[in-house]
């Protein structure tokens, strides 16, 4: 939703899709390249403490922004400047919301956590935009700015409701390598002060890059998310070329992708039911092989019912693939380092999206929706076949 409002306000304050474009940059870019340290952070200082100190600065941030803009100070450099330092502590809350899952259900709820927490998001991701926009006509660009930090504030206070502690189901092993990391976390406090922060991170990217699980996800989702970024920029020339232009195009193209987005949650709730514990990688690779054939044939018949039903059938398949991903990254990373693998894993897994969509613009402007379906869709398939080769059946 912040990312529509910040896009909506550039264009109508500063009448320019660069600095519109510039905005989506600052607001992304720094919180991917601090990530290894917010993810020290959170285990140094704990998930809940790490995730009520962003959703507060972030607060403060978007209501500093709403200030400058109402005494008429704010000019792009100031709000490349407040959205950067609002980047800057977003992988607290990316990586400590399902660093606490662990603390709050039992190893063999992981998949039906995991998708509530992306079935939510998916209907978010739907409603978001709509409720911004709504607002944004409704109120004006400085109101919804208020209106969005005063919804941090609120996401802040609910996090008051929370106790972190040991998940139900004594006697796991999730609990007993959760039990022994505590140990170690305290008779590595008797023997002597904690390494330097930023050791901390570096420990943490060393990490995911020594163990094969990690390192095989890492691989196969942003092959993935190059696929989903170039998604993004075919679908809107599509719906251009094949059916209709103008307003009408663009309502076409909310559809389209609101109609995926309520799939992938669909998709993430049927996965809760059917991935656990041992299978996650099968359902990993087989949603991914089938979300290649989603992208091409079935969105490239050259319609615009078979592009929204393409879309429709990728987004339940995505829905599989993120629970799958989580699944097994929770249960295949030790828990005391849960906090530095999550923020990095996350910022390392999506680093395909940006090439993606720079990828997708190029190749829709040089060919046609077509030829850079089927790209997408064999990059989907190499995305499949890096899981099925690089991610180990067992831990």
Not at 329 to 342: C, F
């Amino acid at each position: 939703m912040l990312l529509f409002v910040i896009v909506l306000y550039a264009l109508a304050e500063f009448d320019s899709a660069s600095v519109a474009g510039m905005c989506g940059f600052f607001l992304t870019l720094p919180g991917f390249l601090i990530s290894p340290v917010a993810g020290a952070v959170l285990d140094r200082f704990g998930a809940l403490r790490a995730v009520a100190l962003d959703t507060a600065a972030s607060g403060l941030i978007i209501g500093a922004i709403a200030v400058f803009s109402l005494a008429d100070r704010l000019v792009p450099v100031i709000l490349y400047v407040l959205l950067a330092l609002f980047s800057l502590t977003s992988p607290l809350t990316d990586g400590g919301i399902r660093t606490l899952f662990p603390q709050f259900v039992p190893d063999s709820a992981y998949d039906r956590a995991n998708a509530l927490d992306l079935s939510t998001y998916s209907v978010i991701e739907v409603g978001g935009p709509l409720v911004a926009g709504t607002l944004f006509a409704a109120l004006g660009a400085n109101p919804t700015l208020i209106t969005v930090a005063a919804m941090y504030g609120l996401a802040g206070l609910s996090l008051a409701l929370l106790r972190t502690g040991t998940p139900t189901g004594a006697g796991t092993a999730a609990e007993a390598t959760a039990a022994g990391a505590m140990s170690a976390d305290a008779t590595a406090d008797a023997a002597g002060p904690r390494p330097h922060l930023l050791r901390s991170a570096w420990e943490g990217v060393v990490y995911l890059l020594r163990n094969a699980t990690l390192r095989g996800l890492a691989v196969s989702y942003s092959l993935f998310q190059v696929s989903y970024g170039m998604l993004v920029l075919i679908v809107p020339v599509a719906i251009a070329r094949w059916g209709t232009e103008g307003d009408a195009s663009s309502r076409w193209v909310g559809v389209v992708w609101a109609v995926a987005g309520l799939c992938g949650g669909m998709g993430a709730l049927v996965a809760g039911k059917l991935v656990r514990a041992g299978v996650e990688r099968r359902y990993l690779v087989g949603a991914t092989a089938l979300a290649a054939v989603a992208i091409f044939p079935l969105s490239a018949l050259g319609s615009l019912v078979a592009l929204t039903v393409g879309l429709a059938a990728f987004g339940l398949m995505e829905g599989t693939v993120n629970v799958s991903l989580l699944s097994l990254r929770q249960r295949r990373t030790d828990p005391g380092w849960l906090g530095r693998i999550m923020t990095v894993s996350i910022s390392v897994n999506l680093i395909g999206f940006p090439i993606g969509t720079a990828a997708g613009g190029f190749l829709v402007g040089a060919t046609s929706p077509q030829k850079a379906l089927a790209v997408a869709a064999v990059l989907t398939v190499a995305s499949a076949l890096c899981a099925r080769l690089f991610v180990p059946k067992e831990a």
